[in-house]
């Protein structure tokens, strides 16, 4: 079992910066892909981006590419998600993940969740 816990949300302003934390504990956390994910009120949950075991891999989605970050700590069991440029469109409630199949990331899918930070984005 991995357990995620968010953190850094908040509510900012359109062009503002955040910056996401998710700590992890349990199994280790160097073997596990993180990925963010991110839920707005009345739709899907979509997924954001993720890194890979060695921090050295990232993959975004087009919305967000460009303005976001992701990285990760291993000696700290941290991941995290830095926005930058931040956008309304961006509020939502987001949500890290792991997982040891990027495969299953990719579908929106995977064996551990956090319970979600909202970050409020005002124009």
């Known amino acids: 079992q991995v357990y995620l816990v968010e953190s850094g949300g908040g509510m900012v302003q359109s062009g503002d910066s955040l910056r996401l934390s998710c700590a992890a504990s349990?199994?280790?956390?160097?073997?596990?892909?993180i990925g963010w994910f991110r839920q707005a009120p009345g739709k899907e949950r979509e997924f954001v981006g993720r890194i890979d075991q060695s921090g050295r891999i990232t993959y975004y989605d087009n919305s967000v590419k460009g303005r976001f970050t992701i990285s990760r700590d291993n000696t700290k069991n941290t991941a995290y998600l830095e926005m930058t440029s931040l956008k309304s469109e961006d509020t939502a409630v987001y949500y890290c993940?792991?997982?040891?199949?990027?495969?299953?990331?990719?579908?929106?899918?995977?064996?551990?969740w956090g319970q979600g930070t909202q970050v409020t984005v005002s124009s």
């Open positions: 993940a792991a997982d040891d199949i990027a495969r299953r990331m990719m579908a929106g899918q995977a064996w551990y």
């Open positions: 349990g199994r280790p956390f160097m073997n596990y892909f």
